[in-house]
Structure formats: C-alpha cells, structure tokens
C-alpha cells in the first residue's frame, strides 16, 4: 500500500506538472499578444477631443513630466490639452501614461507603457490599467485605490498620473 | 463485558485495510499539494520567468514562498485535530508528521526572502538589503511580511529540542499561539503584492480556498467543537482518589456519556474551570471505560495522573463540583486501531493506566489478550488490582515485571527477568500475528518497540502514543 500511494502520488505530481506547464505555454503566447496590442493602443495619439498630441511613442526615461500637449491658455487653472506623466521604473518595466484633461475634468487617461517585463506582468497591466482608468475617470484624481494583485503596476500608474495632472495644473 | 462476535477477527482486518486506504490517501493528498501549487504558477506563466539573472532568482524566491505557505498551511491542518485525520494516522503521528515541517517550511520561507530581495534588487540595480530596505518602506503591506518571517523565526526556534527543553511547557505554548499572527500577517502580501495571486486567476481563488478550508478546520475542531462538547457533556470534578504519592484519580460526573462509549484509553484535553486553573489545558487518558448514566447514577469519567510538575501536583487539590472543559477524544489508542483478533498490551508507570481502560473496552475471545505491565514495584503498577479483575473476568493472560531495571543493558525487562534469560516472546510467543499497544515513558517505550519489532510485528500493528509535547 505504501509503495501504491508513492507511486500514485508520483504519477499524479508529474502529470499535474505537465498540465500547469502546457497551460502556462499557452498564457505566455495569449500574454504576447495582450502585451502587442497594449502598446499599439499606446502609440495610436489620442482619441478624445480637444488638443491632440500624437505623441504616443515618447518612450524617454525621463524623470520629470513631459508636457506635449499643446496648452489653449497660459493660465495656472487646468489647462485642456493631453500631457504624458513621467516615466516610471518598476522591476516589471516601465510605466507612464497620458491624461486628457478638458474643461477642468479628466476626460481620458491612456497608458503609454506598461509593464510587461514578462509575460505574467503584461497580462496583470492588461486587466489593472481598464480599472484604474475608470476609477481615476471617476474620481477625477490619481488618489484612488490600487489595484489588488496589482500593487506595483498601480502605484507606478497613479505616479505617472500625478505627474501629468501636475503638469496639466490639475 | 463486551463479547466479540465471530466476525469480528475479519472486521478489525477490513477496518485495518480502510484505515491504509485512508492514511495512503491523505499521504496522497499532501505530498500533492505543494506540486499543486506549483503548478499552477506554471499555468500562469511561470515557466517563462528564467530568462535573466533577475527574473531567475526572483522566480525562485516565488516557489520557495508557495511551497512554504503550502507547508505551513499543511502544518496547521495537521494540528487541527480533523476527525478524518485523528482517526487515520492518530493525533501522535500527525503531530509528529506536523513537527517534521517546521524547518523545511522555515528555511523556504527565510530562502523566499533572500530570492526575492535579491531577484528585484537585480531587477532595479540595487543590493539585496537596499531592495530590503526599499521594500519595507515602499511597498504596502511589505512590512507586515517581515513581521511574519520573524514570527516564524520565533515559533520554529522555541519548537527545537534543545531551546524546547530550558523553558517551561506554558512558554513554547504562548510562543506557539504567535502561529497564527505570523500567518495572519503573511497573507496580505501575498494577495496585494505578488501580482501571482491577481484578481480573476484561479491561483487566487484556490489560495483563498485553501486559506479559508485551514481557517475553518481550525475554528471548527479546535474552537467550537471543543465548546459543543464541553456544553453537551456538562462534565464536573466528583472527587480526587490517591492511589500513591505522587499518583491520583480524578473521578467526573457528565451527561450523554453513551456518545463516548469507546473512547476508554483515548485522551482528551482537559481545561479544570476554577482560578489559577482554567488557562491551562492537560491532556490525560481516560483510565476507564466511561460509564454512561442509569436512572439512579450519574454518568462517570475518569483519569488517573502522575505528578510530574507544578501544574499535575495542583491537580490534586481540586475541589469538586468544578466545572470541566474538555476537548477529545482524540488518539488511536482503542479498538478503531485493531487489526487482528489477537492483542497484546505493554505498559509501564502512569502508562498502565489507558491500558486498563483499553482492556477494559476492547473485543477479544478468552485467551487472545496477553497485558504486561512494568514497575519498580507491585505499587508502581498503577490500577493493577482492576487490571487483575479485568483479566479474569475476560480470561487474559497477566504478567507482572517488576523489580530495578538492569544496570548495564538496558532493556526494558526488569533485571531479574533478564538475568532469567526470558524474552519478550517467552510472555507473548504470538506477538507477530497480534496488535501490541504500548504506553510508557517514551525512553522505555523506545526499548519496547524495538523488540517489538524485532520479534516480527508490522507498523500497521504496533500502536503507540507518545504523551510529551
């Protein structure tokens, strides 16, 4: 009976194995192609209406926020126009988004970047960044909530955010 | 006296079978658990974490965390007191299966840590203690992480043998009881952090599934169900009854005893309701059958305790009517262990006394019992007069060793017997074909289970509990 349950016990880890590693086989490649059209949403510029800014691609590192939006007005109220946040670093890649602010509201936010080092971390930013979004469009501030599971992605969102809305005088 | 019916030989081989079946099965399940977990972070992609330095040592640190959680979690299903387990591999073996993940489950812990701070600080080009450091301060929930690690620390280290035996039983208890803490403030990082346990994977909802499962197994059978029964039975301290110096019973009342028939040589833990007692828990057998209420007589209890400390010598002072908490029966030792129709009981001291109980209660013909009891002298073997009246009501064989130990050879017999030339067969010549129960200090039970098994007696046969923490 002992030498039964080993064996049991053997076949069953190998096999369980084997299903988790196929299935993984085939997160990776869904995780891919998630991550692909990620960041071709990211370079499309931007939809809503107002000042476009077409510059989607804007992969600097740089630390400070970039404002590429073309501001109406010089006014330190919130300016409407699109303003890309700063470059986050994360251990998973890197972060950085672009808010669309119109008439004193936050109108859309876009991910530039987002972390997709590897495939589990493109596949976490793919599910985080519709949430975050709706929770910042709603809130109309980056202080809203993380995303459970999503820790590090969130924060680097909501930085990036801050940043923008920063440099929009938000 | 319960008579056995012709089957029942056939009966304790088939419950014998079952019970293997049972033990194979969680045997089964456990060793299947931590490749579960890993495998289901494969199925989430975490085969393809290898491709750098940083990402292979982080992706490391990530199963040496899964597998530890797994053992811990195991660890407390363990301790859990489940029926299912108790009655398969008995609260003595599961303890000591329970006690044997410690360490693995540390050091996997302590090399998660390690991975992880130095896979990341990989990952952002800082050293391991500064991605610590940065960790601690900047990541939500982080910092409840290393209060568990050194809570785990804590609880492993007061466990080992030596740092175990200079401190006082309450000590290791408390420190223990920290257990709980240390998992409690593990698990928010693990839901919020990881990014492995993400909102809308399995692995979240299997994790949560087990976390909750070992939650509830917890509070049910160690909580609750110790609550009920100590409610339902209504068990009350009648008298305390010296049997020796240092050794006395303690006789109880209770109700709705018929629902522990059998549970004679089973212990419960015992909680005395009065000041300066209740706080403790003492785990003692049942050294009788208990009787369950006529219509004139209340139902009885009783155990029977040897004086080994503070805590045990207070015990004879209680007054009676003291209301008692109990938690039981728990144990293998009585008829749900037997495996054949022959059976044979060697005990020595206080460990006589399940013993009794156990004869007391357990089916066999005439002639299939063999009891040998241990002791300096005929007033160390504890209950022995109602071990005599048991054994010639029942038609057991009887055998008496006492006399001093032998000085150089340590065996279990007493010198003179040894001196003699008898063996353990020379008492019990069927031994290999009969269950062997054995209760005793656990240095001279050592000695007994070796020539119990030299003589021939499987596993699956010899039954023996240990009674120290």
């Given at each position: ?54 510059t989607g691609s804007s992969g600097t590192a740089s630390g400070g926020s970039s404002s590429s939006g073309t501001t109406s007005s010089g006014t330190s109220t919130a300016t409407s126009g699109s303003y890309d ?86 | ?395 057991v064989t009887l055998y008496h060793l006492t006399g001093p130990r032998s000085p150089k050879s340590g065996s279990w017999l007493p010198h003179s017997a040894q001196q003699a030339g008898f063996t353990l067969a ?44």
């Amino acid at each position: 009976m002992r030498t039964r349950a080993a064996v049991a016990t053997a076949l069953a880890s190998v096999g369980i194995l084997i299903a988790g590693w196929q299935s993984g086989a085939h997160v990776s490649e869904t995780g891919a192609a998630t991550s692909t059209s990620l960041s071709s949403t990211g370079s499309s510029g931007t939809t809503s209406g107002g000042s476009t800014s077409g510059t989607g691609s804007s992969g600097t590192a740089s630390g400070g926020s970039s404002s590429s939006g073309t501001t109406s007005s010089g006014t330190s109220t919130a300016t409407s126009g699109s303003y890309d946040g700063s470059s986050v670093q994360t251990r998973y890649g890197t972060v950085q988004v672009q808010v669309t602010v119109q008439g004193g509201k936050i109108t859309e936010v876009k991910a530039l970047q987002l972390t997709d080092a590897e495939n589990r971390s493109a596949q976490i930013s793919a599910y985080a960044a519709p949430v975050l979004r709706s929770e910042v469009l709603q809130a109309q501030s980056a202080n809203v909530q993380t995303v459970g599971g999503a820790t590090i992605t969130s924060d680097a969102y909501l930085t990036s955010l801050q940043a923008a809305l920063d440099a929009a005088h938000f | 006296m319960p008579a056995m019916a012709p089957s029942a030989a056939a009966g304790f081989r088939q419950q014998a079978r079952r019970r293997w079946v049972r033990a194979d099965f969680i045997t089964f399940l456990g060793w299947l658990s931590p490749v579960a977990a890993v495998s289901l972070w494969l199925a989430y992609g975490g085969a393809s974490g290898f491709g750098s330095f940083a990402a292979a040592t982080t992706s490391i640190g990530i199963v040496a965390g899964l597998i530890s959680m797994d053992l811990v979690l195991l660890m407390l299903l363990l301790a859990a007191r489940i029926p299912f387990i108790d009655n398969t591999l008995g609260h003595d073996r599961a303890m000591k299966i329970h006690k044997s993940l410690g360490k693995p489950a540390l050091y996997l812990l302590l090399a998660h840590g390690l991975f992880i701070a130095i896979g990341y600080g990989a990952a952002e080009g800082l050293d391991p203690i500064s991605e610590s450091v940065s960790l601690w301060v900047n990541v939500p929930d982080m910092w409840l992480a290393y209060i568990s690690t050194l809570l785990f620390v804590a609880v492993v280290v007061t466990s080992l043998v030596a740092v175990r035996r200079r401190f006082p039983y309450e000590f290791w208890y408390a420190v223990h009881l920290l257990t709980y803490a240390a998992v409690a403030t593990s698990l928010p990082h693990q839901f919020s952090v990881g990014g492995l346990f993400a909102q809308g994977t399995w692995q979240r909802w299997y994790w949560l599934a087990l976390c909750m499962a070992t939650g509830s197994a917890l509070l049910y059978n160690r909580v609750l169900e110790p609550i009920f029964a100590t409610f339902r039975h209504q068990v009350t301290v009648s008298r305390v009854v010296r049997i020796s110096k240092d050794v006395f019973s303690i006789e109880m009342t209770g109700l709705h005893l018929d629902e522990l028939s059998g549970s004679g040589g089973r212990f419960f833990f015992w909680r005395f309701l009065a000041p300066g007692f209740w706080w403790q828990p003492h785990p003692f057998s049942l050294s009788a059958e208990p009787i369950p209420a006529t219509a004139t007589t209340p139902g009885k209890l009783r155990i029977t305790v040897r004086i080994l400390g503070e805590g045990t010598a207070r015990l004879a002072r209680l007054k009676p009517g003291t209301k008692v908490a109990i938690e039981g029966p728990y144990g293998m030792f009585s008829t749900a262990a037997r495996s054949r129709k022959h059976v044979v009981m060697i005990g020595a001291g206080i460990g006589i006394t399940p013993l009794r109980a156990l004869l007391e209660s357990t089916p066999f013909e005439p002639g299939d019992a063999t009891v040998l009891l241990r002791g300096h002298d005929e007033n160390e073997l504890f209950l022995g007069q109602e071990i005599m009246a048991i054994a010639e009501a029942r038609g057991v064989t009887l055998y008496h060793l006492t006399g001093p130990r032998s000085p150089k050879s340590g065996s279990w017999l007493p010198h003179s017997a040894q001196q003699a030339g008898f063996t353990l067969a020379s008492y019990a010549p069927h031994i290999a074909e009969a269950d062997v129960y054995v209760c005793g200090p656990a240095g001279w039970a050592g000695k007994v289970i070796d020539d119990v098994k030299a003589a021939g007696v499987p596993t699956e046969q010899l039954h023996y509990e240990r009674f120290d923490w």
